[in-house]
Every structure is written in structure tokens, then in C-alpha cells.
């Protein structure tokens, strides 16, 4: 009996039940309706077994689009019990279940892949390759994050959700505090999701120093492939920490070691320290990405050159770097004393120097650039004002003085997703409906399109700016309710409508995609903004080889001097390509994976062992395994080309 | 597949040469990991609690064994590859077959020593300092059990498929990996056995 207890939802609600419910019907609709049409084979074929970094990437995408909603439905819950003093929608210990979980899905099972689908399908595209360096590592990639993800979220409904907050400090983490197996799960699906995320850094990094087409110097790359390399080559240097935090804190966990204990030597503030070691500069992962993108946009549709190329690698550079030299913002009110926290003041504030450096680049390619307004373009420049706001309140932050009064507050969590939200998500959404035409052939509607980032910033100008208000006259935050004295239920009441209206952005968003997919036309060529880099220059769709023939490239823009310059892009002509055979073990080896996550959140050991075993057996599979790949005929190429080309009219 | 006559075997494909940059990539990673689990133990270092110091546990003997089998064998693994560049596939095998077995020699060793912690009473659990220094320990140990078995396949399918570029790029990628786990090595035995015993 022991052993099933610990199976249970510890604390379950009506609303815990219902989504049982929903999820569980979900799931067989799902299942019935892939058998009732016959595509379980196609599934196997095309997409599980898939190592195409298109492939790879729109799946990255869809479990992003995912897991936004899933963070979204538990934002407005929150903002729904703030929403009123005294409200008992959540009780505290289902609230801390709900900001927690939100914010691990949202930094790491939204924000990570939805880059990553950018670093999939973008990068061999723009340096002009065919695949990414190591593809069936990219599948295995893949693959583990994606289980990592279906750990995390299974939590909800077995066992219970972490509760210790996204940043799970201990002692609070302990098994003396946070009893339930929520914690075990965050402590194993996030080391799964981790190990994928480090192999694709590998990959990444690879691909972009070793596979660039020729002619592409490092500093002939486009905006967006460089911000990719500096943040993959963040991923590789913190990820390892994150492994070994989350091994050190799984020991505690599950083994009773004293590592974050506060007897017999354990040391508590190591874990904020490492946590953020890694935490910091995770955050830039996800912004540079998002700079690279604003980068190729803004330079589009004010057709014009970027400005300040060099200035803007060289910034990237210094972010990267001072990135993993600011950690101890996070707490400055947890006792180093003044010189530490000066020198960490200092060179937080000093990040905001590069930042600066980037936003003027941007305005100066818009100076005097002929700028067409589309969706993607009215994100960017909606983006410059409001990320600015949050990086100022940033610089605040920082000021280790001043953050005694602030640390905690509704004004932090104001200024990180003031900077999350127009820097991250609207870049996402950007080169979303940017890249759309590439992917799918068909462009988003641009009229709703508009009307969804308006409201959108709507929503998120009343939904969190009254928080730094709050914030500043002292509501904490991760506190599930205030009482009526305290004064903060109006400005909680707009936050709510502010969030409400946001997620009726999101909800056009889709509506959006619903619409294009049955009326936008289908005839719009391959180069439908009229862009620069070489993601243009191929057919859409793309052929699984990308190009027929390796394009040659003399400039950053290579394939707009192609357009207007004379320039010639390919050269060569059609030879036969050789292309890496589909494979299932990436997909077989992370189901061990999840199996093994599974049995150590709840201690299961035999389980543990055997899928250890089965693991180390696909490894073994695979070191003995002969695969050379195929080759594409030179008659299968043209065929192909003259089929896209056709098509293209 | 494109061979180029003019590199060593193992570079002579593109593959190949990608494979070698990545995994070099990879020991930077491995290189953070290590840096990550040094902190942690300097930092709880003198953090003992009720359980034992390092200068009560620490014995010489066994570790100056483990010192020796392993730097041994990274310099056997060189012959290897040096064999392996001259195209001798008897002596690639021997070279690896005796790295693979000082391999076990040192792992024998490093077994007989966390038996005989746990039999002083330095478990996982006695301390912060105790759990750091086993972590440490650990990570280094399983990665060598790790290498024992890749290093294996890989002397398997030489003796089946010969020294082809794909198993010379394999051969290669691991003594990278062998020499790495020699030099985090010495960063143990520096500074946490001799600092801990002086
Ligand atoms: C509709 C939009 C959103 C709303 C209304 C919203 C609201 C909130 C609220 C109310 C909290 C908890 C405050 C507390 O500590 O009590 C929170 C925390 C957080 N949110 Fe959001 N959020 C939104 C979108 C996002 C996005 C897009 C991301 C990330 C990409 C994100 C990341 C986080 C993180 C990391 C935390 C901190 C969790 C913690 O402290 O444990 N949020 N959000
Ligand atoms: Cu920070």
C-alpha cells in the first residue's frame, strides 16, 4: 500500500481531476484517431525516425506551441487568484505547484525548443549545408528533451508537481519541506531535457564552424547563425553545471547525502550559487537567439544592410562573456557582504553597455531605411521601446543597495518578464510568422496578424505594469494572496484583465494560423518578403537536400547581391548527394530514458537498473552499427527541381 | 565516400574530421563538468561535520597505484595510435588491449578504495566533505567504466573490420577521450590527495 501512496496526487482538487480527465481524453483521441487513419507507419517513417533537421525543427516547434499553452493556462490561474484579496480559487500549497511549473515550462520547455526549432531548420539553411553536422544526434536530441518534457508534465497528474519554486532552493527542496516526489521529477526531467540540450550545442557549434558554404567567412555569416554560435557555445559551457547541480541535488534527494543540508557540513547557498551560475547566462541564451532574429527582420524590411555588423558580433561576444560574471544579482540580500556585492552590481550594470550598443544598431538600420510595416516588423519595433523599459528596471535591480528593497517583489517578476516577453516571445512569434512562408508555403494573414501583436502588447503593457507598482510598495511575489488592508486589489484586478487580454491574443494566434491554413494563397513563390540571406535562395518547400547545388557566397547578404548585383550564387552543377539514413534508436534509446526518469522519481531500482542497462545497449547497437548513408541520383535531384521549380511558377 | 590520401587515416573524410572537431567540443563540456565538481569540492572541502577529514582518510599506497596504471596507460594509448598511423593493426590491438587492461588495474584499485572508505565510515551520507569527494571520485571512476567498454567495442571491430577510416576516426576520438580522463586525473591527485594529505 506504501508503494501506491506514493502515486497520488497529494492534495488533489477539482481542477487537478479535470485535467486528469482532459488529458486522458485527449490521449485516446489521439491514439484512436492516428489508427483510425492508418498512420501509425507514417509517423514511424516521417517523423519518429527522422534525423532531417527540418524535420527535427517543426517538431521542436510543435512542442513549444504546446507547452506555451500549457504555461499560459497556469499564468492566468495565477493572475485569476491574485486577481481579488482573500481569493480561494488556489490554496497556497496548489498556487506554489502552479508558479513553479510555470516557470519551468516556460523557460525551458517553451522558450528552449522554440529556439531550437529556429537552430534546426535556420542554421544549415543560412550557412547554405544540407544537414546539421551530427543528424541522428540531433534526433537523439531531440528525442530526450522531448521525453524530459512528457516527465515534467506527467508530475501534474502522478505524484504531484514541484513546489519549491522554478529556481528550487534548498533547504526549502528538501525532502523535510517539499515531502512529495514533485521535486524528484524536476531534479531527473530537467537533467533529460538537459543532456539534449548540450548534444545539440555540440552539434550546433560543429555545423556552424565546419559546414558553412564556401565563401562564408565567420564574419560573411548572417546575424542570426552568429547569435546561434555564441549562445550554443553559452549552452556548452553552463549546461555542464546544470548536470551536476541537478545530480548533486537528486543525491539529496534520493540518497541522503549532504550536499545542500544544513547539518553535517551541507552548504544551502551552494545551490543558489550553482543554480545561477548556470541560470544567468541560460537567460541569454534565449535573448541572443532573439536578437540574431530581430537582426535578420529589421535588416529585411528596412531593406537595408545591417548596421554596425562588426559591432554587433563584438557585442554578442561581451554579453556571452559577462554573462557567467553576474550570477550573484540573483541574491544580494543573502548575506556576501559589500565587496561582493559591488563587483557584481558593476558588471550586472555593465551588460546593459553591449545591450545599448544593439538597440542603436537596430535604430540606425532603420534610419533612413525604406521600412515596409509587415507582422514580423511591427514585432520588432514594438520590441525596441518595451525590452528597453525592462532593461532599464534591470539596471535598477542591480543596484545591490537599492535591491534590498525590490528583491522578492512583483517588481522582478514585472522586469524579467518584461524583458521575457517582448524580447523572447516576440521574437519567437516574429520569425514565426517570418519563416511560415519557407515551412508551409503559405503566408499568415497579415490584417490579424497585425491585430494579434497589438493586442498583445496591450495586454502585456496592463498586465505587468502595474506589477512594478505593486512591486515597489512591497507585494511579494510567490505569495498566493494579500489581504484587502495591504491595497494592491485594484492594480491586481488590471493585471488579471491585462493577462486575460493577452491570452486572447495567443488564442488569435492560432485563429490566425486556422485561417491562413484554408484561405491564404498557396502562389507565392519562394521569396515572398523579399529577403537577404540564403534560407531564401532554395525552393519552397524545401527539398530534403536544401540545395541542389552548394551556393557560393561573397558577401552577408548573399543572396540579395544575387538579386540586384549580378551576384552568382550556384555555380557548380548537380551532382549526386549523399544523405543520412533514418533511424529509429535515437527514439527507442529516450524511451529508456524516460522510463529510467520514471522509476528514479519514485525509487523504483530494478526498473532503474534494467532501463541503465538497456541504455548502455543502445549505445553499444549503435558503436557496432554500419550506415554509410544513401545517395540521391542526379536524375532524382533534377526531377525534384524541376518539380519545385514548376511549382514556383 | 570521399577519401583524401594526403591526411591520416583518421581525418581523411569529412565525417571524420567533423566527428573529431565535435568530440573536442564535447571534452570542453566534460572540462566544465569537472571544473563544476572541483568547486563543489573546494568549497566543502573542510565542511566534515562529525564525519572524518581528508588527512584521516586519505592512504597513499592505493592511490599512487591508480596514479601509475593510469598515466601508464594513457602513454600506451599513444603507441597505440602511433602503430595506428603506421597501419600496423596487430600492434594498434596490443597497444589498446593493454591500455584497456591497465584501465581495469586502476578501476580495481579505485574499487578496493571506496570499500575501504565505506569501511572507515566516510559514506555518501557522513558529510558534505564525504559526499563531494565520492561525487568527484565517482564521476571520474564511472567514466573510465564507460571507456572500458567503448575502448572494447572498438578493439572488436578493428580485429573484424581493419583500420578503416571510420574505425581509425573511432580509435582516435577515444584516446582524446582516454587522455582526458588522464589529465582530470592528475588534477585529482594534485589537489585532492596530496593537498588533502599535507
Ligand atoms: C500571459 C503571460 C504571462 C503572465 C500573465 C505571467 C504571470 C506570472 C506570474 C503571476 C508569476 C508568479 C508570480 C509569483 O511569484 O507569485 C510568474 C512567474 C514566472 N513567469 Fe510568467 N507569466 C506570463 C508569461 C511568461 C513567459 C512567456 C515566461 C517565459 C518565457 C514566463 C516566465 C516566468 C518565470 C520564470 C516565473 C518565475 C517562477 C518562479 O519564480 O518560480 N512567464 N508569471
Ligand atoms: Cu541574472
Keep these: ?649 | 565516400m570521399k577519401v583524401d590520401n594526403s591526411l591520416p587515416l583518421e581525418y581523411s573524410t569529412e565525417e571524420n574530421s567533423l566527428k573529431i572537431l565535435g568530440f573536442w567540443i564535447f571534452l570542453g563540456a566534460e572540462i566544465m563538468l569537472f571544473a563544476t565538481l572541483f568547486a563543489v569540492y573546494f568549497t566543502l572541502e573542510n565542511r566534515i561535520g562529525n564525519g572524518p577529514s581528508g588527512a584521516e582518510i586519505f592512504e597513499i599506497t592505493p592511490v599512487l597505484f591508480e596514479t601509475f596504471l593510469l598515466l601508464t596507460s594513457s602513454f600506451v594509448i599513444g603507441l597505440g595510435i602511433h602503430a595506428m598511423r603506421l597501419g600496423n593493426k596487430k600492434a594498434t590491438m596490443v597497444f589498446f588491449s593493454i591500455t584497456l587492461l591497465l584501465g581495469a588495474g586502476f578501476l580495481g584499485f579505485e574499487i578496493y578504495e571506496f570499500v575501504h572508505y565505506i569501511h572507515i565510515g566516510a559514506t555518501l551520507q557522513t558529510s558534505a566533505f564525504t559526499a563531494a569527494l565520492l561525487t568527484t571520485l565517482g564521476t571520474h571512476g564511472l567514466h573510465v567504466i564507460l571507456g572500458l567498454f567503448w575502448g572494447l567495442f572498438i578493439l572488436i571491430q578493428i580485429k573484424k573490420r581493419g583500420l578503416t577510416p571510420e574505425t581509425a576516426n573511432k580509435s582516435f576520438i577515444f584516446s582524446l577521450y582516454w587522455h582526458f580522463l588522464d589529465i582530470v586525473w592528475i588534477f585529482i591527485f594534485s589537489f585532492i590527495y596530496l593537498k588533502g594529505m599535507m
Design chain 1, 1 to 649: 500500500m506504501e508503494f501506491f501512496k506514493q502515486f497520488a496526487v497529494p492534495h488533489p482538487s477539482f481542477l487537478i481531476y479535470g485535467a486528469m480527465v482532459s488529458i486522458g481524453l485527449a490521449m485516446l483521441a489521439i491514439v484512436v484517431g492516428i489508427t483510425y487513419f492508418k498512420k501509425w507507419g507514417y509517423l514511424w517513417r516521417e517523423w519518429i525516425t527522422t534525423v532531417d533537421h527540418k524535420r527535427i525543427g517543426i517538431m521542436y516547434l510543435l512542442t513549444a506551441l504546446l507547452m506555451l499553452f500549457r504555461g499560459g493556462v497556469d499564468a492566468i490561474m495565477m493572475r485569476y487568484q491574485l486577481s481579488m484579496p482573500e481569493n480561494t480559487f488556489l490554496d497556497s500549497q496548489h498556487y506554489n505547484e502552479v508558479f513553479t511549473t510555470h516557470g519551468i515550462v516556460m523557460i525551458l520547455f517553451m522558450a528552449m525548443p522554440f529556439i531550437t526549432f529556429f537552430f534546426n531548420y535556420l542554421i544549415p539553411l543560412q550557412i547554405g549545408a544540407r544537414d546539421v553536422a551530427f543528424p541522428r544526434l540531433n534526433a537523439l536530441s531531440f528525442w530526450l528533451f522531448f521525453m524530459g518534457m512528457g516527465l515534467f508534465n506527467l508530475s501534474f497528474i502522478i505524484g504531484g508537481s514541484p513546489d519549491a519554486g522554478w529556481t528550487s532552493y534548498f533547504p526549502l527542496a528538501n525532502n523535510e519541506f517539499s515531502p512529495t516526489v514533485g521535486t524528484n521529477y524536476y531534479m531527473i526531467a530537467i537533467q533529460i531535457a538537459g543532456i539534449g540540450t548540450l548534444i545539440s550545442g555540440i552539434n550546433f557549434i560543429t555545423t556552424i564552424l565546419k559546414m558553412r558554404a564556401p565563401g562564408m567567412s565567420l564574419m560573411k555569416m548572417p546575424m542570426f547563425t552568429w547569435s546561434a554560435f555564441i549562445a550554443n557555445v553559452i549552452v556548452v559551457f553552463a549546461f555542464p553545471v546544470l548536470t551536476v547541480l541537478l545530480a548533486m541535488g537528486t543525491m539529496d534527494r534520493l540518497f541522503g547525502t549532504n550536499f545542500f543540508t544544513t547539518d553535517n557540513g551541507g552548504m544551502d547557498m551552494l545551490w543558489a550559487n550553482l543554480f545561477w551560475v548556470w541560470g544567468h547566462p541560460e537567460v541569454y541564451i534565449l535573448i541572443l537567439p532573439a536578437f540574431g532574429l530581430y537582426s535578420e527582420i529589421i535588416s529585411t524590411f528596412a531593406r537595408r544592410n545591417l548596421y554596425g555588423y562588426k559591432s554587433m558580433v563584438a557585442s554578442m561576444v561581451v554579453i556571452s562573456v559577462f554573462s557567467f560574471i553576474v550570477w550573484t544579482h540573483h541574491f544580494f540580500t543573502m548575506g556576501q557582504g559589500a565587496l561582493t556585492n559591488s563587483i557584481f552590481s558593476i558588471t550586472t550594470m555593465a551588460i546593459a553597455i553591449p545591450t545599448g550598443v544593439k538597440i542603436f544598431n537596430w535604430l540606425f538600420t532603420l534610419w533612413k531605411g525604406k521600412i515596409v510595416f509587415t507582422t514580423p516588423m511591427l514585432y520588432s519595433v514594438l520590441f525596441i521601446p518595451l525590452f528597453t523599459l525592462g532593461g532599464v528596471t534591470g539596471v535598477m535591480l542591480a543596484m545591490s543597495a537599492a535591491d534590498y528593497q525590490y528583491h522578492n517583489t512583483m517588481f522582478l517578476v514585472a522586469h524579467f518578464h518584461n524583458v521575457i516577453i517582448p524580447g523572447v516571445v516576440y521574437a519567437m512569434i516574429a520569425g514565426l510568422t517570418f519563416y511560415w512562408p519557407k515551412m508551409f508555403g503559405f503566408m499568415l494573414n497579415e490584417r490579424i496578424g497585425k491585430w494579434t501583436a497589438w493586442i498583445m502588447s496591450i495586454g502585456f503593457l496592463l498586465s505587468f505594469m502595474p506589477m512594478y507598482i505593486t512591486g515597489l510598495d512591497g507585494q511579494a511575489r510567490r505569495m498566493s494572496t494579500y489581504s484587502e488592508a495591504a491595497g494592491f486589489s485594484m492594480l491586481n484586478m488590471v493585471s488579471f484583465v491585462g493577462a486575460g487580454i493577452m491570452a486572447i491574443s495567443f488564442v488569435l494566434l492560432v485563429y490566425n494560423i486556422y485561417y491562413s491554413i484554408r484561405y491564404a494563397s498557396r502562389d507565392i513563390g519562394s521569396d515572398p518578403w523579399d529577403a537577404r540571406s540564403l534560407e531564401w535562395a532554395t525552393h519552397t518547400p524545401v527539398p530534403e537536400y536544401n540545395f541542389a547545388v552548394i551556393p557560393e557566397v561573397a558577401s552577408t547578404q548573399a543572396f540579395w547581391d544575387t538579386k540586384k548585383n549580378g551576384h552568382e550564387l550556384f555555380k557548380g552543377k548537380i551532382e549526386k548527394i549523399h544523405m543520412p539514413n533514418n533511424s529509429g534508436w535515437p527514439f527507442i534509446m529516450a524511451c529508456f530514458f524516460f522510463v529510467f526518469g520514471f522509476a528514479m522519481v519514485f525509487s523504483i531500482w530494478p526498473v532503474v537498473i534494467v532501463t541503465l542497462i538497456g541504455i548502455l545497449v543502445c549505445m553499444a547497437y549503435r558503436s557496432f552499427e554500419k550506415d554509410h548513408g544513401r545517395y540521391i541520383s542526379v536524375k532524382e535531384i533534377e526531377e525534384t527541381e524541376a518539380k519545385l521549380r514548376g511549382a514556383k511558377k
